[in-house]
């Protein structure tokens, strides 16, 4: 989704802002688009177009030196792909000059009624924004002039603005985006991701939503939703810039799923205390106290949450129901007296989730996010939150963040029931199992070459396997644009298998020995009407002629185990037909729009 990166200070902003949004790329967009200020002509320039950063860094080949500056990666919403609706967008005297991530749910109602007699360049909802600072900046200063703007704004917004008249000053404004304050002895730099502060800000806050920031090179101002001076608590900077780096591996995805194993050990230094596992007692009392968890996520992370509902009854007894964050917002349940909320998201910033949130609050029961970004959204809005440690995951199929999830929720379920077997040996044993299967992971290469060569593709499995396989036909969609489906095994014959033809690919799950068998004759079905058949067993359960034979590990652990393979099926597929593996089409790292 959209990125923004604004900087003032003595470094070059040029530099900086750019370096800022290509590191902002991961996210996904469609374009780019800069102002600097132009120290010479002694203005604002604006450069944008559709595409890709790189371009926009073509267009910017003779332009030098400069101390303030914003840029943006936009990712449409409202508009097409176009130059006219990337951003920055221009007040009608170009005094104004503004980015803008989120979306302005009112903005026709805003241009109807403020601004009839001006005209739009663009079909953006953020265009709206910029003329009504012009409309206020008529009669009241600058900040004043955004702040009155604020006011009229419904929806979410994460703004920069620059003002002609006061080039040395770049103001910021958010509510329900995300964004980020980093300051050093060079500057400030304000942006939407942590990833784009990096290296440039020694310590960094989170501004809360509707508050407006007013930044000059000497002093820092943060007005609240009143236009009272509020403050601001910086922390240190501690983000690791090496484990945003491609390193040795083609693509991000490949070095993430080669991670895994490490953000599994990773996992166990930070949640054990010598042999003791250290979960925060206020969240396993709350989800003790409850009668009924209700786990809330999106995509991967909701297969995620499938697999933790397995967990949970496994491991507590407890009823738990996992829902499809976009329904849940505005079809919730009937709810019992004492439910508790666990949210589960990669970013911590996805709107369907923050939805939710908005109803849950009305409840006022418990809320638990797990989360791989500490100073998401979703974790501060939270009452508690669990970090998944999974590091920084660029590629936007997610890989590590998902086995993360896995492994949180184990130890979160372990904590809260009563069962008890030696889960950290066990997780050991898994890091180590996974390292030997991905050791040799380079053979899958032939096999999704040879097999996947249909338009379509299944993957079916029982129990944990079917949740494996839901986010196995997930994974081989996003990134090689193969139609691909996760079924229940044994559903299939109740309609789909009707889709199987000639060497249609069916991939396996294998995992459970009560159901090895049933599994097997599914398999069997699709085989003996031409499905060319893939069987994913582990070695306990394998017959000779098993495609790939995976290593055994513990029951409540095997889904972190199966879906290795699938994740690099999916990986040498999307390779093999040419895709964009790390920011496949029209996808978005973070979704945060509903
Ligand atoms: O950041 P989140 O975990 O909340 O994101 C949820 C989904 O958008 C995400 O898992 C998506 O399905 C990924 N592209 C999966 O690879």
Redesign the pocket.
């Known amino acids: 989704m959209c990125g923004i990166v604004g900087y003032l200070g003595d470094s070059n902003a040029k530099d900086i802002v750019l370096e800022g949004l290509h590191k902002l790329e991961y996210r996904g967009y469609d374009s780019a688009g800069i102002s600097l200020y132009n120290l010479e002509a002694g203005v604002f320039d604006m450069f944008k177009d559709k595409g890709r950063v790189d371009h926009l860094a073509s267009l910017l080949q003779d332009v030098h030196g400069s101390t303030v500056g914003i840029g943006h990666t936009r990712w449409a919403t409202h508009g097409k792909v176009n130059r006219a609706n990337a951003h920055p967008h221009l007040s009608s005297s170009k005094r104004f000059i503004v980015v803008h991530n989120g979306v302005i749910e009112n903005y026709r109602m805003l241009k109807r009624d403020f601004l009839s007699h001006v005209r739009l360049e663009s079909e953006t909802d953020t265009e709206v924004i910029v003329h009504l600072i012009e409309m206020f900046a008529q009669t009241m200063e600058a900040p004043e002039a955004i702040h009155e703007t604020l006011k009229l704004l419904e929806g979410s917004y994460a703004l920069l603005v620059l003002d002609q008249q006061r080039p040395n000053r770049l103001i910021a404004a958010k509510n329900k985006s995300p964004l980020l304050i980093g300051r050093s002895d060079r500057g400030y730099i304000v942006a939407s991701d942590l990833m784009a502060l990096g290296k440039h800000s020694a310590d960094y806050a989170p501004l809360e939503d509707y508050t407006m920031t007013v930044i000059e090179r000497d002093k820092l101002a943060i007005y609240n939703r009143d236009y009272i001076e509020a403050t601001l608590a910086f922390e240190p900077m501690d983000f690791d810039e090496d484990s945003a780096e491609r390193g040795p591996y083609p693509h991000f995805m490949l070095k993430e799923i080669m991670e895994q194993p490490l953000v599994v050990r990773k996992i166990l230094s930070h949640y054990f205390d010598e042999e003791t596992l250290v979960i925060n007692e206020a969240i396993v009392h709350d989800l003790r106290e409850s009668d009924r968890i209700h786990i809330l996520?999106?995509?991967?992370?909701?297969?995620a949450g499938l697999i933790g509902k397995h967990l949970f009854k496994i491991l507590t007894g407890k009823p738990v129901e996992v829902h499809i964050?976009s329904e849940f917002a505005y079809n919730p349940p009937a709810l019992s007296d004492k439910p508790a909320f666990l949210?589960?998201?990669?970013?911590?910033?996805?709107a369907?989730?923050r939805a939710c949130m908005s109803h849950i609050r009305e409840v006022n029961q418990p809320v638990v996010t797990l989360?791989?970004?500490r100073t998401s959204t979703?974790a501060r809005e939270a009452d508690h939150k669990m970090e998944l440690l999974a590091g920084p995951e660029i590629?936007?199929?997610?890989?590590k963040?998902?086995t993360a999830?896995l492994v949180v929720l184990t130890l979160l379920a372990y904590a809260v029931g009563k069962q008890r077997f030696n889960i950290k040996q066990e997780l050991s044993t898994l890091a180590h199992a996974m390292e030997t299967y991905l050791a040799k992971y380079e053979r899958i290469d032939t096999l999704a070459k040879t097999v996947l060569t249909k338009p379509n593709a299944f993957y079916i499995g029982r129990g944990l396997d079917y949740a494996v396989a839901l986010e196995a036909a997930?994974?081989l969609k996003?990134?090689s644009y193969i139609h691909a489906e996760g079924f229940a095994a044994g559903e299939l014959k109740h309609g789909t298998i009707a889709l199987i033809e000639e060497n249609t690919p069916v991939f396996g799950i294998i995992s459970d020995k009560r159901i090895a068998l049933n599994t097997r004759s599914n398999l069997d079905e699709v085989k003996s009407r031409g499905a060319r058949t893939v069987i994913i067993a582990l070695e306990s359960l394998s017959e000779e002629e098993d495609d790939i034979v995976l290593p055994d590990v513990h029951p409540l652990l095997v889904p972190v185990m199966t879906v290795l393979p699938t994740q690099l099926i999916a990986y040498y597929a999307a390779l093999h037909r040419g895709c964009d593996i790390d920011k496949?089409r029209n996808?978005?790292?973070?979704?945060t729009v509903e």
């Not at 996808?587 to 979704?591: E, G, H, P, Q, R």
Request: without cysteine; hydrophobic residues 45%; negative net charge.
């Open positions: 996520a999106a995509g991967t992370s909701m297969h964050a949210m589960i998201s990669q970013s911590g910033e996805t369907d989730l989360t791989n970004v979703l590629a936007v199929a997610s890989t963040a998902y999830q997930l994974k996003e990134i496949p996808l978005a790292k973070s979704v």
